[in-house]
């Protein structure tokens, strides 16, 4: 099966639109790397469905699609609402409680434990993606509060509730999380998304709970706190990606910021080698409609333009009408800015000896600076660890990356990373001898061929398992 071949990766959101045969071999065709999973959504038994949906197509076809498992985190939301709908008029004060009830007119129920210690007078709570907003009377105990709607609107049941000024101590992690965490490593997802991240120590207690699942499975850091924000720098740190989750961020934030964040937390991540995801209402349109706005149209642009290793679609995908037609889309609109637009080589580097990895880091940006000058066709990394292709893929180079390995899992996870395409390869036997190799099935799958030239990174020798330390030129045969 031929299929896109994009730098710039497509996450979709697994649903009811995509179980079809047709449709899911449909999108992979005309783009998606990734199957996003959403736990906030659906049982175990249809995640399972599409766990293995997706490890089939890679059996069959020999392609290396991942599973990000999206944990909801500690969402909070309102109850059941009193005949299906109520409506919040402006100026209307009335009870918040978390003790759990039928939410009526007079007083509303919301999923959140510490809602009377956490909470202060004068901040705003914001419900249903912010189109209710309430502000702190007073606080009665703590479990109950009082509130006067400021901006008032039609309330239904289990909307989302955010609290964007107040400093939450609910756990990051949830029972639920825990449980969704163990069905994913059980069933060898690649990528988990952790929701509402607040402080690095978050993703360290994720990692906590992977033991030897560590070995094959990566966390995202989701920004959508403004104490995310204030950490930012810690948490990309300790964090494997990031995603750049615009749907809470703008509720939890002033919305006029979004746009400078996501170019910011961009870059931050280009900077130290970090994959990053952009995500919610790319192609909302598309949900319903077989054609984006020209709006959506010019906001994947830019997220290609601000250096994103991918870009996510939600319902789209997963409840949209047109599942296969958002893919191929998105897919050209990548392109279009892929093939037309000066993204490439446009990371400076500035060594620093003192980091442990200056040399592999410094081997790397030679490959790329190389492979700009001699007008390369293509950089092959030979990896164990991945770190090669994580690292060249950040410098943004305009020939194509080629990743070899013999660890399968990391040739799954490495689907997510800007540029990068995966082969599995075991022999390592001696340096000239695997170059050769490794070019062969280049030519064999009709990647580059007589007269090429290319460039190889590797950590020599092979069996020492060490970092990058070794660049060659080498023309193709």
């Not at 164990?384 to 399968?408: A, E, H, L, M």
Request: glycine fraction near 6%.
């Amino acid at each position: 099966m031929i299929l896109k071949d994009n730098k710039t990766k497509i996450i979709a959101t697994y649903g009811p639109a995509c179980e079809s045969e047709e449709v899911f071999e449909n999108m992979i065709k005309n783009g998606v790397d990734v199957f996003r999973f959403n736990f906030s959504h659906g049982d175990y038994e249809f995640h399972l469905r599409g766990f293995q949906k997706v490890k089939d197509f890679n059996k069959k076809y020999g392609t290396h699609i991942a599973i990000l498992a999206d944990l909801q985190g500690p969402k909070i939301r309102v109850g059941e609402v009193e005949n299906g709908s109520i409506i919040l008029e402006s100026g209307l004060q009335i009870l918040v409680t978390n003790q759990k009830q039928i939410s009526t007119i007079d007083k509303l129920y919301v999923s959140y434990d510490r809602l009377g210690q956490d909470v202060n007078i004068g901040e705003d709570i914001l419900v249903d993606d912010g189109k209710i907003k309430l502000q702190v009377l007073s606080i009665l105990d703590d479990k109950t509060i009082k509130v006067i709607v400021l901006e008032g609107g039609e309330l239904k049941s289990k909307k989302g509730v955010n609290f964007p000024h107040t400093k939450t101590t609910i756990e990051s992690l949830t029972k639920k999380d825990r449980q969704d965490l163990e069905f994913a490593i059980n069933n060898r997802a690649n990528w988990i998304a952790l929701s509402f991240v607040r402080k690095a120590e978050d993703i360290l207690e994720v990692k906590k709970v992977f033991g030897e699942a560590w070995l094959h499975l990566k966390v995202i850091s989701k920004i959508e706190k403004p104490e995310a924000i204030e950490n930012i720098d810690s948490i990309i740190e300790v964090s494997d990606g990031i995603m750049v989750a615009r749907g809470d961020l703008a509720i939890e934030v002033p919305l006029e910021r979004v746009p400078l964040l996501q170019k910011e937390i961009v870059k931050k991540c280009n900077k130290l080698g970090k994959p990053v995801i952009v995500a919610t209402q790319m192609m909302e349109s598309m949900t319903e409609r077989s054609f984006p706005t020209r709006a959506e149209i010019s906001d994947v642009a830019n997220a290609v333009l601000d250096g994103a290793d991918a870009l996510m679609l939600s319902g789209e995908t997963s409840v949209g009408l047109f599942p296969v037609k958002v893919i191929e889309t998105m897919s050209k609109i990548i392109e279009q800015v892929e093939t037309n637009s000066d993204i490439y080589n446009t990371m400076s580097y500035v060594s620093d000896i003192d980091n442990a990895d200056f040399i592999p880091d410094a081997v790397c940006h030679s490959a790329v600076t190389l492979a700009e000058d001699l007008n390369a066709k293509a950089i092959i990394g030979i990896t164990r660890s991945g770190y090669t292709g994580f690292r060249v893929s950040s410098f943004r180079p305009k020939s194509k990356i080629y990743i070899f390995s013999d660890n399968k899992p990391l040739l799954y996870t490495m689907s997510l990373i800007w540029g990068v395409k995966g082969f599995y390869y075991e022999g390592f036997e001696g340096t000239d001898q695997t170059i050769k190799d490794v070019i062969q099935i280049l030519k064999d799958n009709n990647l580059v061929k007589k007269n090429d030239l290319v460039i190889n990174t590797a950590s020599m020798p092979f069996n020492e398992k060490s970092k990058t330390n070794t660049v060659k030129v080498t023309v193709v045969t």
